[in-house]
């Protein structure tokens, strides 16, 4: 079969140990895929831990050179705007990865985000929707609102996190538990597709010796817990369990409990609880282990206790069994489902502090070797990275293929046949100018119907409609160009016209530019082709109203990441998708600024061809000032309305 080209999206990447396991099982899933032949590019940002950024880099604003471990995989590291938000508020803003995905999204054949409610996997879900590339995703955990900021996550999923999950070809739980909670939220359950996380066996290989006699650094016991350091991991049940085998059994009077990992909030307190139970000379926090350093903990821990809350995989217990150190895990979620599955370790209720001590002194003094031997294997066979990728790509081909069938990608677009064109011209007092454009729209379309409306003009327009053998709509109160364009572009859907043209009533729009407008949409280049008098000219005019549409186009093209060299200028043509929304959605008011960013937003394709500049054939402009400062002023509403909006064109369209 054809390899595929895969991209995955993290918000942390495999060198940003203090974010627990995601950052590792990403790296494990693209190496792996990689192995396997595709081609795979992640797309990461630069967060490390509370202190610093990834290796120590500093404040940046360019994205990384691109990184190269292997053949096949490329990794794209973007500068977050801050370390500090990403870290303690999760909000991860990765400069420059925008305008990588718009300009690579439809290289890709399918895509994998990991975790839910961060700003990189809402970004490129936007993309890969616009491009009609299929997404998985993989929350890990993430999907339900459990431990902190449950508002923080409630507004964020109101804003776009709900639309993440229900926009996903897939979305892949780790286990049955993890099902059950996707369940819950919502989620299809042919949606749902179970793969377990991987164990990149690579890492494990030496499997660290067990040391034996004078080489064990304790002389007792020693209980080891690995991971983040927060309420949801029960270390407060751990230090409890701990205190009562150490008062109570004489096995345990020489014992050591070692609590490492990233202190995410729940350090002083373990500590303070540690000191208060009389633990605190034989307890350990290490902190933060990386690589090799864990394995040495596991190598060297009589039991790895791990009886976490809600935990719907966990990478720790299994890395343990493989090092040869039994487990103790919650029976409560997915972890205790594992284990029981393969073996090697103890199930009890989370919370049940005697359950916790029996289940760990029952492991020190009866430790099986022949049955963690065994719970080693299938660990391996179930869950090492090459078992789990390639049960991930007949997953990813799956989701291509029902694509390919019920979604174009938007780059296949064949030609529109257009066979009827409507051209509108929007009036407001124009009686002096109309019969001089509708002549000339006549003289250069024979073929289009011209559909005039009156925006409740006070000057014998409505009068004069009669009898210039056109069709036309007039209301007697002045609504707004936008008003009137969105009435026009209803009556183009309803009555079949695949093509609509806007010219002004003042004839600064010549008929004889309009042929060269359509024709990117008559080629399938293009929704809308805006004119712009500006495109081939190095200079503008001078004034107040020139200085203000240049800022307005400067500030559409950082917005849209397009070429805006016209932003006020209402000469456009429109082709069957763009007629079919705007006749719904097209902004009232002063439309022209707005609509840039709607386009934008909706990923309709907008191309500008140059036109003449014409001036006006009598009477005064509307363009004033105050209404350039106007239309400014929308855009900036805009600006922080237009992204928080759903888009109004699905993939399908």
């Not at 791990?306 to 720790?316: M, N, P, W």
């Not at 709509?473 to 183009?492: F, S, T, V």
């Amino acid at each position: 079969m054809r390899p595929l080209r895969v991209l995955h999206v993290t918000p942390y990447s495999a060198g940003a140990w203090a974010y627990g396991g995601i950052p590792r099982i990403a790296q494990a899933l693209a190496s792996g895929l990689a192995e396997q032949g595709h081609t795979v590019t992640v797309c990461t940002t630069d967060a490390g831990d509370a202190r610093q950024r990834l290796h120590g880099a500093g404040r940046t604003w360019r994205p990384w050179p691109v990184q190269s471990t292997e053949a096949r995989l490329e990794v794209r590291v973007f500068p977050n705007l801050s370390n500090r938000l990403a870290y303690h508020a999760q909000f991860f803003l990765p400069l420059g990865l925008d305008r990588f995905l718009a300009a690579h999204r439809t290289e890709f054949d399918v895509a994998h985000l990991h975790a839910c409610r961060n700003v990189p996997g809402i970004v490129a879900a936007r993309h890969l929707r616009a491009a009609g590339v299929p997404y998985v995703l993989a929350p890990n955990g993430t999907a339900p609102l459990i431990e902190r900021r449950h508002t923080a996550k409630r507004v964020f999923d109101l804003i776009a996190g709900r639309r993440l999950l229900r926009g996903a070809a897939r979305v892949l739980a780790v286990s049955d538990a993890e099902y059950d909670q996707l369940l819950a939220l919502g989620v299809d359950a042919a949606a749902i597709s179970i793969v377990p996380n991987p164990i990149d066996l690579r890492e494990l290989s030496p499997v660290p010796e067990r040391p034996a006699g004078t080489g064990r650094r304790h002389a007792g016991p020693v209980i080891a817990y690995l991971g983040k350091i927060t309420p949801r991991k029960r270390l407060d049940t751990l230090i409890r369990a701990f205190a009562q085998l150490r008062s109570a059994d004489a096995a345990f009077a020489d014992a050591r409990l070692i609590i490492a990992g990233n202190d995410m909030g729940a350090g002083r307190d373990a500590r303070a609880l540690a000191a208060a139970c009389g633990l605190a000379h034989c307890t350990d926090f290490p902190g933060l282990l990386r690589g090799r350093q864990r394995l040495d903990l596991f190598a060297q821990a009589d039991v790895v206790a791990y009886a976490s809350q809600d935990e719907v995989f966990g990478l720790v217990p299994l890395e343990a069994i493989l090092c040869g150190t039994p487990v103790v895990v919650a029976d409560d979620s997915g972890c205790g489902e594992i284990v029981a599955r393969v073996g090697g370790g103890v199930r009890v209720p989370p919370g049940d502090v005697p359950a916790l001590a029996g289940a760990l002194s029952t492991l020190v003094m009866h430790r099986d070797q022949p049955s963690m031997r065994l719970a080693r294997e299938r660990v391996r066979t179930l869950f090492s990275h090459d078992a789990v990728c390639e049960r991930l790509t007949a997953i990813y081909r799956d989701v291509i293929e029902h694509t390919r069938l019920t979604v174009p990608r938007r780059h296949e677009r064949v030609a529109p046949a257009v066979s009827r064109t409507l051209a509108i011209v929007p009036a407001h007092n124009e009686a002096a100018n109309l019969p001089r454009v509708i002549a000339d729209l006549r003289a250069h379309c024979p073929h289009a119907t011209i559909l005039v409306i009156d925006d409740g003009s006070s000057d014998g327009t409505a009068e004069a409609l009669p009898r210039l053998g056109v069709r036309w709509l007039a209301w007697k109160e002045r609504r707004g160009i936008g008003a009137a364009i969105r009435a026009g572009l209803q009556y183009a859907s309803r009555a079949g016209f695949d093509l609509v043209v806007r010219v002004d009533a003042d004839g600064q729009h010549g008929a004889d530019d309009i042929e060269e407008v359509a024709r990117p949409i008559c080629d399938a280049r293009a929704d809308v082709v805006l004119g712009s008098r500006y495109a081939a000219r190095r200079s503008r005019p001078a004034g107040v109203i020139a200085f203000g549409t240049w800022l307005l186009d400067r500030c559409l093209s950082t917005i849209t990441r397009r070429p805006v060299t016209d932003a006020t200028s209402g000469f456009c043509a429109l082709g069957p998708r763009a007629i079919r929304v705007l006749a719904e959605h097209h902004p009232t008011g002063y439309p022209e600024p707005e609509l840039r960013l709607f386009l934008s937003r909706n990923d309709l394709r907008v191309v500008e061809v140059p036109v003449q500049s014409r001036t006006r054939l009598s009477g005064r402009t509307s363009l004033t000032p105050v209404r350039v400062a106007g239309a400014a002023a929308r855009v900036l509403l805009a600006m922080l309305i237009v992204p928080l909006r759903p888009t109004v064109l699905p993939p399908s369209d």
